[in-house]
C-alpha cells in the first residue's frame, strides 16, 4: 500500500491564482480531512469528509474548497491564493471515528 | 471541543524515561485520546490512544486517570531518533473531523 499520498510536493504560486492540491489514499478510508500548519504551529483543521460525497467545515475553511466523488480522491482547491495561505498542507485519512488517522508527506506551499 | 494543553518543550538524555502530560479538562464521554509523533518535514505520525487506565503498545505507554481530564504519554528508554514534536488530542468518537492539535511537545534528546 502507498498510504496516503499528496501531489506536488511543493508549489509556489502568485497571489490571485488558483490551485489543487491532490490527496489520494489506498486504504478505502471512508475519513479524509486537510490540514494547514503554519511554521512553529500545530495543525489546524481546513475541511474533512467522512464518506464520498460528504464533506463540512473544519476549523479554518476561507478561501478552500473540497470535493469527494471517490472513496481515495480528496482534493482541496485554493480559490484565490493570498499570502497568508502559505504553509505545509497536510491530508489525512482514517478508517475509524475515533481519530486514528494516516498522514500524507505533505504539500510545501508559498504565495508571493 | 475539548482544548488540551501541553508543555512547550521537555529535555531529556538518552536512556531515560520521558512523560508528557495532556490537559484536557473539558473532554466529553464519547472522546478518546491519540497522540502524534511529528518530526520536522514530515506528517504526524500516530503513536497510542486510548479511552481509559492504561495502554501500552511497542513504543509508548499511555496513563489516563479515572476522570480522565488528563493522559500521560510514557516514552520508555529515549533514543536520540525520538527527538520530534508530540500531539496530544482528544477527538469525538461521536461526531468525526471535530479534532484540534494543540501546540505540541517538542522533545529533545541529548547524548
Known amino acids: 500500500n502507498a498510504g496516503v499520498t499528496q501531489t506536488p510536493k511543493f508549489q509556489v504560486l502568485k497571489t490571485g491564482q488558483s490551485m489543487t492540491l491532490q490527496c489520494a489514499q489506498d486504504?478505502?478510508?471512508?475519513?479524509m480531512s486537510w490540514y494547514r500548519q503554519d511554521p512553529g504551529m500545530g495543525l489546524r483543521l481546513i475541511h474533512y469528509?467522512?464518506?464520498?460525497?460528504?464533506?463540512d467545515q473544519g476549523e479554518v475553511p476561507n478561501g478552500y474548497n473540497v470535493s469527494r466523488s471517490t472513496t481515495e480522491d480528496f482534493p482541496l482547491r485554493l480559490l484565490s491564493a493570498a499570502p497568508s495561505q502559505t504553509s505545509v498542507y497536510f491530508c489525512?485519512?482514517?478508517?475509524?471515528?475515533?481519530?486514528?488517522?494516516?498522514f500524507g508527506p505533505g504539500t510545501r506551499l508559498t504565495v508571493t | 471541543l475539548a482544548k488540551t494543553t501541553q508543555p512547550i518543550s521537555m529535555d531529556s538524555y538518552e536512556g531515560q524515561e520521558v512523560n508528557i502530560t495532556c490537559s484536557h479538562n473539558?473532554?466529553?464521554?464519547?472522546?478518546?485520546i491519540t497522540w502524534y509523533q511529528q518530526f520536522p518535514s514530515q506528517g504526524p505520525r500516530f503513536i497510542i490512544q486510548?479511552?481509559?487506565t492504561k495502554v501500552t503498545n511497542e513504543v509508548a505507554s499511555l496513563f489516563i486517570p479515572a476522570d480522565r481530564k488528563s493522559s500521560t504519554l510514557s516514552l520508555p528508554r529515549v533514543s536520540l531518533s525520538d527527538t520530534a514534536v508530540y500531539y496530544c488530542l482528544v477527538g469525538d468518537g461521536g461526531s468525526w473531523g471535530k479534532f484540534q492539535f494543540g501546540a505540541g511537545t517538542q522533545v529533545v534528546v541529548t547524548p
Open positions: 473539558n473532554i466529553a464521554t464519547n472522546d478518546y
Open positions: 486510548g479511552y481509559k
Open positions: 489525512a485519512s482514517s478508517y475509524s471515528r475515533r481519530g486514528e488517522q494516516y
Open positions: 486504504m478505502n478510508h471512508e475519513y
Open positions: 469528509s467522512v464518506g464520498a460525497g460528504i464533506t
